[in-house]
């Protein structure tokens, strides 16, 4: 009897090794999260959680441009850039466009590639968001980013990996025609409409007071930086910094908020300092006023549509929003107008469906 419980424990642990081992070969072969190896197989790089995929993608993938940005990135088909300006590219996201976790995914990318273009959107908020590298702070799977491999256990004996996540590549790749370019994209499940980006924009019953300019200034100096550093290592790569264009819906809960200013500023100090370098263009879109005075274009106050995007894409390298030593003082004279002036005629025009704090439903 004893004999024969041994050997019952004896199997079961066989069992459990091979079980296992076959589950953690499965999941090393198909790699969803592009952790070991870029897709193999005729398998599809489904790129469809930024926080998981994003960093594999980045060290494994072959490609000689990064489109670098925060969630109004997501919505950009790679190929338009491919086609546009002959390169490979892929995307390095974070929802909210940290300039310290960005800059991480570039230092990455330039460990293993050449990069002929970084892409990258410079969102106002990040510029004045502490400049510290995010990654743990907000919840990504850590087992991912680190190099130990001995937390790959949670990677290579995950459940949702497992019952989940290889069977929708698998089902991507081979049955649904999934576009690799739409990686991260999100902008198929949204609604966009005036009516919608007012639902979404809960506006203060009072302003509060202006910040003084420069209130963000240690943090944005420690941002811009990052960036900095990247493009004085790398002369090689051309490096187009780009602003969105955000609603004035934006705009005006800046002035509510008492961050116009500040915000201004920050832009300010940013583009003196690229402005510096020979392989540095900066396109500004953000007073394109036929884009942001017309809410159909939103899903909120600043979320676009894919439309909008390809538009930026297509006129990167159109002079007319081309930022230079001559013409930055314009640019920001006319976003202070649009700010001042022209927000609050629009605020005006929609008050009757806007919002106020503490009258939402």
């Not at 589950?23 to 070991?36: E, G, K, M, R, S």
Request: proline share 3%.
């Amino acid at each position: 009897m004893d004999m024969d419980f041994k050997k019952i424990i004896r199997n079961f642990i066989l069992g459990a090794v091979i079980f296992f081992t076959l589950c953690a070969a499965l999941v090393i072969v198909i790699d969803p999260f592009f952790h070991y190896h870029k897709p193999v197989g005729g398998l599809k790089a489904v790129l469809t959680e930024k926080e998981y995929q994003c960093i594999g993608s980045i060290k494994n993938f072959d490609y000689d441009t990064v489109i670098a940005g925060s969630s109004v990135c997501e919505n950009y088909n790679n190929a338009w850039f491919d086609e546009k300006y002959e390169v490979t590219s892929i995307k390095a996201i974070r929802s909210y466009g940290s300039i310290a976790d960005l800059s991480y995914f570039l230092n990455l990318s330039y460990e293993d590639h050449y990069l002929r273009y970084v892409f990258f959107n410079v969102d106002p908020i990040a510029l004045a968001n502490e400049a510290k590298v995010s990654f743990e702070d907000t919840g990504c799977p850590m087992y991912l980013y680190d190099d130990d491999p001995l937390n790959d256990v949670q990677y290579l004996l995950n459940k949702d990996v497992l019952l989940e996540k290889i069977p929708f590549m698998i089902l991507k790749s081979y049955v649904d025609e999934y576009d690799e370019g739409e990686s991260y994209n999100w902008a198929q499940w949204k609604t966009f409409g005036t009516d919608v980006a007012l639902s979404q924009y809960v506006r203060l019953n009072g302003a509060k007071e202006m910040h003084p300019e420069n209130f963000y200034e240690t943090d944005c100096e420690k941002n811009i930086a990052f960036l900095s550093d990247l493009v004085e290592a790398h002369s090689e790569t051309e490096f187009v910094f780009f602003f969105s264009p955000y609603s004035f819906l934006w705009w005006d809960n800046l002035t509510m908020y008492g961050e116009t200013e500040s915000y201004l500023y920050d832009m300010r100090m940013f583009m003196n300092k690229m402005l510096e370098y020979d392989n540095v263009r900066i396109c500004y879109f953000m007073n394109d006023e036929s884009i942001v005075s017309n809410l159909d274009n939103y899903m909120d106050v600043l979320h676009f549509t894919p439309e909008i995007n390809r538009f930026i894409c297509d006129n990167l390298d159109n002079e007319e929003y081309r930022v230079t030593k001559e013409n930055v003082d314009e640019i920001f004279e006319k976003t202070r107008r649009y700010a001042y002036e022209q927000t609050p005629i629009l605020i005006e025009r929609y008050k009757d469906r806007i919002n106020t704090e503490g009258s939402l439903d």
